[in-house]
């Protein structure tokens, strides 16, 4: 049997849960959730030199992004100091948003082009023209700038438009509002605006008293400005020729700044970029509410992006917020983050994030930060691939990925090691979790243990792969999903049940399991229990390497139900041990038990391997299955009696080996008889055989197909006869069958 497309395995993973009441594990109660929502931002600009402030706007065809670039800053602010006045104004152009990432880089011409404020920039489109701003530093002040084009073939550079800003704090903003390109700046300890109308700027306007920085918003017929002054955040509105403060909050617990205000939907977004007091790194978070009078007052702070991942940190700043022609929002920002180490970070670049999420969720771009806050919730992690390290469960969580586009979660690192302290995902005792609906790939780098469970775990629709301890022969490690309950005397799990722990449940249900380096699910522990449900498992096929679909021991059980197994032949080369589809074996503790029903287990070295000596008291019962094409043998017993009565072998004979047949081998301890004579899913008492098919319409005296005009009906003379041969034959081979056992 093939694999079955994702959305086939789903309907008919739903059609066998209804029907198999025996899958139901109990737990203990989930507490009442939360949403934590979760997903990947994309790299816009990736030079070596340092990229920071950057502003978007749409010229009724293209989309046109700004920033500034260093003309020395290479590292970040943990190695050195970006914040220089030595940037350049570069943009990049594309018909949609997700295309300006591929779009060629192009510098603004203009004299004062250089020597520009932290690489600050605003955009607006104006009378046909985009416009760009930035701060010139002339020496002991900065004058702001702006270079306009119609089409980005060339450009006129105008200004001095405002003088004598603060060296130190040459903040502006610019958009265009009631038919006019508005601009804020910084005077001194004060902001003002003006506008333009196409051939004179206005007088200035006071604005609001402070240093800080802040973006405008329109909306409508409405002007507002949204600021960040260290100590507090605000909401400015513009009315009759006067500013006037419209929300505000206290900022007490660390320093605000780099505001700006965007809206989804019906929803308001405040977004901010803090600072802790010791001006270590900066994140972004922000309010969200229905209304911007009350934003702060009855709306929710929620996060956005932590810049922060197991303890290493970096700087995200300057977001600003921007929905296209669709209706689609989008966040820019500048961030220095990696894009395939979080443990380390790179130089400042301009990334966005599609805002697909829930604006009144916490929000995070690594499923390690969303666990972290996690307490009783929901994750939702959205399309994309997460590189993530070692986390640990240890509250009551869902992750819960997107059916239709499984985000991918890899290493950005080797992961080695048998102790509970060296899982890529550890599940405490105790505690609920599920997972669904991901791809866990190992990719490049070494994982020994993917998935350990302590807990009470749920696994849906989760593609595992690739998650191996070596390419090649020793040291064969490499397990998918590992569940460890009760005492687990030796081996793997030992580290944390040698001396007992806690009972632990594992649910798999409608997952695959490819290139493991050598267990798919490692089911341990004398209170350990695992339901295994409607999964593939793809072994590696020949060479130096083992491979188990599925192996319990040490008084662990398991039930198999709906699976298929294949390609499990390595062979180690230091002891010459062998691979088999399903491992059940007391060797590491007595009252192991496994129930194996209703599956295809084919092209193995063994299908089914019971025991590891004569000494084994494993207890496995394995009815209504197709065990066909493994080479060794069907099912090899070391001891313990196998109950593998009505199971296929892959001849109508039966099995071979100890059994009668030309089918699959069978060792001693196994009681194959009475055994299938077909397929289980046709063959009764497994299955259900085809109904019977209507004979094909034929032409009787010359009369088209499909009109009555027979004047003999030669089924319905026919059909006693065929009825009992069918019979006879049946019966002879059922005497034949008996007489052989």
């Not at 869902?398 to 599940?427: E, H, R, Y």
């Not at 009668?660 to 046709?682: A, E, I, K, T």
Request: aromatic content about 12%.
């Amino acid at each position: 049997m093939g694999k079955t497309g994702k959305i086939g395995r789903h309907i008919i993973i739903a059609v066998l849960l209804a029907l198999s009441l025996s899958l139901t594990t109990t737990v203990p109660a989930a507490a009442t959730t939360d949403v934590i929502e979760v997903s990947q931002p994309v790299q816009v600009t990736s030079n070596a030199y340092y990229e920071r402030g950057q502003s978007i706007t749409y010229d009724g065809t293209s989309y046109w992004l700004f920033y500034g670039r260093s003309a020395s800053v290479t590292g970040n602010y943990q190695s050195g100091n970006p914040d220089l006045h030595d940037y350049c104004i570069y943009y990049k152009k594309a018909g949609t948003l997700a295309g300006l990432a591929a779009d060629l880089e192009t510098a603004v011409t203009g004299t004062h082009n250089n020597q520009l404020y932290l690489g600050e920039t605003d955009a607006a489109y104006f009378n046909g023209e985009v416009w760009v701003f930035a701060s010139y530093d002339t020496g002991s002040s900065c004058d702001l700038y702006a270079w306009h084009t119609t089409d980005g073939g060339s450009w006129t550079e105008t200004g001095p438009i405002v003088t004598n800003l603060p060296v130190g704090a040459a903040h502006f903003a610019s958009t265009t509002y009631g038919g006019e390109l508005w601009i804020a700046y910084q005077i001194g300890n004060q902001w003002k605006t003006k506008h333009y109308d196409g051939s004179t700027w206005s007088e200035e306007s006071d604005l609001v008293s402070g240093y800080g920085t802040g973006k405008f918003y329109v909306e409508g017929s409405g002007l507002y400005f949204a600021v960040a002054q260290k100590t507090s955040i605000s909401i400015y509105q513009y009315s009759l020729g006067v500013w006037s403060e419209m929300a505000s909050k206290a900022v007490t617990t660390e320093y605000a700044y780099d505001a700006a205000l965007f809206k989804k939907g019906s929803i308001y977004m405040f977004v901010y970029a803090p600072l802790p007091t010791d001006w270590s790194y900066q994140w972004i978070k922000g309010y969200v509410g229905t209304s911007l009078s009350t934003i702060f007052s009855s709306g929710t702070e929620v996060m956005t992006s932590a810049a922060e991942y197991g303890g290493n940190t970096w700087v995200e700043m300057w977001p600003i917020g921007f929905t296209d022609i669709e209706g689609n929002s989008y966040l820019f920002y500048t961030s220095e983050r990696n894009p395939v180490n979080p443990a380390s970070e790179i130089t400042g670049n301009i990334w966005y994030l599609p805002v697909t999420w829930d604006l009144t969720n916490d929000h995070f771009t690594y499923v390690k930060n969303a666990i972290e806050a996690a307490t009783s919730t929901t994750i939702n992690v959205a399309p994309g691939v997460y590189p993530e390290g070692q986390c640990t469960i240890n509250s009551d969580i869902s992750i819960v990925g997107n059916l239709m586009d499984k985000p991918v979660i890899q290493p950005f690192a080797n992961i080695t090691g048998d102790s509970s302290s060296n899982a890529w995902f550890l599940v405490s005792a105790g505690i609920t979790f599920s997972l669904s609906n991901v791809v866990l790939d190992g990719n490049d780098f070494l994982v020994y243990q993917a998935i350990r469970s302590h807990g009470y775990t749920t696994i849906d629709n989760v593609d595992l792969r690739t998650i191996q301890g070596s390419i090649s022969g020793s040291p064969y490690r490499g397990i998918g999903i590992s569940c460890f309950g009760g005492t687990v005397p030796g081996g793997g799990g030992s580290d944390s049940h040698g001396a007992g722990g806690a009972p632990s449940t594992l649910s798999v249900i409608g997952s695959t399991f490819e290139q493991m380096g050598r267990i798919g699910i490692l089911v341990k522990g004398t209170e350990s229990t695992a339901q295994i449900f409607s999964c593939f498992f793809a072994g590696k096929g020949n060479g130096d390497w083992l491979d188990y679909a599925c192996e319990a021991g040490a008084g662990g059980t398991m039930s198999v139900k709906h699976c298929e197994m294949m390609n499990c032949t390595g062979v180690a080369s230091v002891d010459g041990s062998t691979s088999a589809g399903i491992l059940v074996t007391t060797y590491w503790g007595d009252g192991t038990k496994a129930t194996i029903v209703n599956n295809e287990i084919h092209n193995n070295t063994y299908g089914i391997a019971v025991g590891y000596d004569e000494d084994d008291t494993s207890v496995v019962t394995a009815h209504c299955n197709n065990i066909v094409g493994n080479t060794s043998s069907g099912i090899d017993s070391t001891a313990q009696q196998v109950d593998a009565e009505n199971n296929w072998w892959g001849h109508y004979t039966g099995p071979s080996g100890e059994g009668p047949g030309s089918g699959d081998g069978v060792s001693n301890y196994v009681n194959y008889d009475p055994w299938l004579c077909g397929p289980w899913q046709v063959t009764p008492p497994c299955g259900t055989p085809p109904p019977p098919q209507p004979p094909p319409p034929v032409e009787e005296h010359g009369a088209p197909v499909g009109i009555e005009v027979y004047s003999v009906n030669k089924s319905a003379l026919l059909a006693p006869w065929i009825a009992l041969a069918v019979v006879i034959i049946a019966g002879a081979i059922v005497a034949v069958k008996r007489r052989r056992a």
